[in-house]
Structure formats: structure tokens, C-alpha cells
């Protein structure tokens, strides 16, 4: 905080599991999880009222499934062969990678009117529309609404449309 507050023009990005709309209507697993997540939205919030007027930005950046080395090896695939683990969890077809995270983060730092973020609950997805940005495979998943208008109303894993 005291570096945000030093250099103004400085962002503060939380990352998280779910956006505060999705987080809002959901219940999340446990309590426990379930207040974890929403937390750290609460946190960029916050500290979106402590940056703002010091010129800081503070977010809470979700990505959708994220084919993190740990997701990786649950799965027993590579980045290379991510596509095998649909077999055993079909909505897998969704993930993004780390790097599309990443180029959210990216964008947002280099964004000349990034204070029009302060406060924001976002998703990788999301950013990738305003921004223009893709995954490494060219593709922009937007997971956060595949989850909730296919994984979570029971429909068959189908990414049109949200690729």
C-alpha cells in the first residue's frame, strides 16, 4: 500500500475464483471456500476506496477454469495435450491458460483510463472482450458465462459461442 500510495497511476489486482455476480448467487462448495472467494473481491473493493484517492486502482481478477500446473497434473495432461482431460471433466473444454490471465493483467496495467477499473469485480473473459486480447491458441474463452449458462443449468460441455 505504501508503494501504491507513493507512485500514483499504481494497480492493485486480487485474483480469485468467480466474479462478484456470479460469487452473489452462488453458493461456492463450503462456507469456507464460499467466503474465501467472495473475500477477495471484498478486499479490491476495499482497497479500491483506499488507492482511489492516491490515484490507485485496486481489482479483483478472475480466470475462468485455469490450466494451472496443478489442474495440469490432476488431470495427468501437459499444456501440450490439455484438450485429453475433457474425457474425464468435459466442461474442461473452457480452460484458459495462465498466460491469458496474465495478458488481462497486462492490458489493465497499460491501460491509459485504468482507474475507470477501481473497484471492479472482473474476469479474464471479460477483459479479453474490452481489451482484445487472446489465449495462446488464438481463442477467448469466457468462461464465467460458460459456467453459468451451460455447466450450471446441466447442459452438455459445448464451447461455441464462448470461445
Known amino acids: 500500500m505504501p508503494l501504491l500510495i507513493r507512485t500514483p497511476g499504481g494497480l492493485a489486482v486480487e485474483v480469485t475464483d468467480g466474479t462478484d455476480e456470479y460469487n452473489a448467487g452462488n453458493y461456492r462448495v463450503s462456507f469456507f471456500y464460499d467466503l474465501a472467494k ?4 471484498r478486499m479490491a473493493f476495499a482497497l479500491a476506496h483506499e488507492l482511489g484517492p492516491y490515484g490507485g486502482t485496486a481489482v479483483s481478477l478472475t480466470p475462468g477454469w485455469l490450466r494451472s500446473e ?9 499444456e501440450a495435450n490439455w484438450r485429453d482431460a475433457t474425457a474425464r471433466s468435459p466442461h474442461f473444454a473452457i480452460s484458459e491458460s495462465p498466460a491469458f490471465v496474465g ?15 477501481n473497484g471492479a469485480s472482473v474476469s479474464s473473459g471479460e477483459l ?6 487472446t489465449d495462446l491458441d488464438g481463442s477467448r474463452p469466457d468462461a464465467w458465462y460458460y459456467v453459468t449458462e451451460v455447466q450450471d ?7 461455441t459461442g464462448y470461445r
Not at 128 to 133: E, L, Q, W
Not at 153 to 159: E, K, R, S
Open 128 to 133: 479479453a472482450r474490452v481489451y482484445g486480447f
Open 103 to 117: 495478458r488481462a493483467v497486462a492490458a489493465l496495467a497499460s491501460d491509459p483510463d485504468l482507474s475507470r477499473w
Open 70 to 78: 496443478a489442474m495440469l497434473e490432476a488431470y495427468g495432461v501437459t
Open 38 to 41: 467472495a473475500s477477495v473481491n
Open 153 to 159: 443449468a446441466g447442459l452438455p460441455a459445448d464451447t
